[in-house]
């Protein structure tokens, strides 16, 4: 299992970017082998996947249809590291941002996450 830690929320307004960063515990060999997405919570709406990317060498990505074409995600193995760079945000972007493994029944414990709030 890994241990995400979420860093790099902010305010920012609409328009702006930001990029999201969660550093996760455990060796190198694990990181490197999980799919890792990143995922939001809204107030008041249900946890929802924003991104994933493959394992290993990361050379397949997903994106909601939300975010697709201004999010993008990537990884750094050695660092045990997944990114997420947030282009053109807009208010309803904002949320608690939250990173874990693809996979439930590999998945550690959620991170506190880290809150994006865009103003208009």
């Known amino acids: 299992q890994v241990q995400p830690v979420e860093s790099g929320g902010g305010l920012v307004q609409a328009g702006g970017s930001l990029k999201l960063s969660c550093t996760t515990s455990?060796?190198?060999?694990?990181?490197?082998?999980?799919?890792m997405a990143w995922y939001r919570q809204a107030p008041g709406k249900q946890r929802e996947t924003v991104a994933s990317?493959?394992?290993?060498?990361?050379?397949?990505?997903n994106y909601s249809d939300s975010v697709k074409g201004r999010f993008t995600i990537s990884r750094d193995n050695a660092a045990k590291t997944v990114y997420l760079q947030m282009n053109s945000l807009t208010p309803e972007d904002t949320a608690i941002y939250y990173c874990n493994v693809v996979r439930p029944s590999l998945r550690g414990p959620w991170g506190q996450g880290t809150q994006v709030t865009v103003s208009s």
């Open positions: 990317i493959s394992m290993r060498d990361g050379s397949a990505t």
């Open positions: 455990g060796s190198i060999a694990i990181f490197s082998n999980y799919a």
